[in-house]
């Protein structure tokens, strides 16, 4: 199975850019499609956006679109989420997740489907 490492997280000001980076150690990352999620203090954890195994197929939350870009480097063992014109309510810790699926092209927006989870990095967007 996967383990899941993020980083890239970190303190920026709003309008500002960061890219996440999700990595797994192991060898059957390619079997996984990845989602990005996040979670504000207070508040449920919500998802961002998914990349299905052959990173060809992306699909995001409404709220993120146009603004973050998600991508995948199955050579690398890693995907990244890049996130343009930062707002102070991005501000959360964000998750990768990865999904076993039998499906190159499948991918899910839900938590519930996500069995393997990184420990989070936290991104925080001042005014």
């Known amino acids: 199975q996967v383990q899941l490492v993020e980083s890239g997280g970190g303190l920026v000001q709003a309008g500002g850019s960061l890219r996440l980076s999700c990595t797994d150690s192991?060898?059957?990352?390619?079997?996984?499609?990845i989602g990005w999620f996040r979670q504000a203090p207070g508040e449920v954890r919500e998802f961002v956006a998914a990349?299905?195994?052959?990173?060809?197929?992306?699909f995001y939350s409404d709220f993120v679109k146009g603004r973050f870009t998600v991508s995948r480097d199955n050579g690398k063992n890693t995907v990244y989420l890049q996130i343009n014109s930062l707002k102070p309510e991005d501000t959360a810790v964000y998750y990768c997740?990865?999904?076993?699926?039998?499906?190159?092209?499948?991918?899910?927006?839900?938590?519930?489907?996500?069995?393997?989870w990184g420990q989070g990095t936290q991104v925080t967007v001042s005014r």
């Open positions: 192991g060898r059957s990352f390619d079997d996984y499609s």
């Open positions: 990349v299905s195994r052959d990173g060809y197929t992306r």
């Open positions: 997740a990865g999904r076993l699926t039998d499906l190159i092209g499948d991918y899910s927006s839900a938590p519930d489907e996500y069995y393997q």
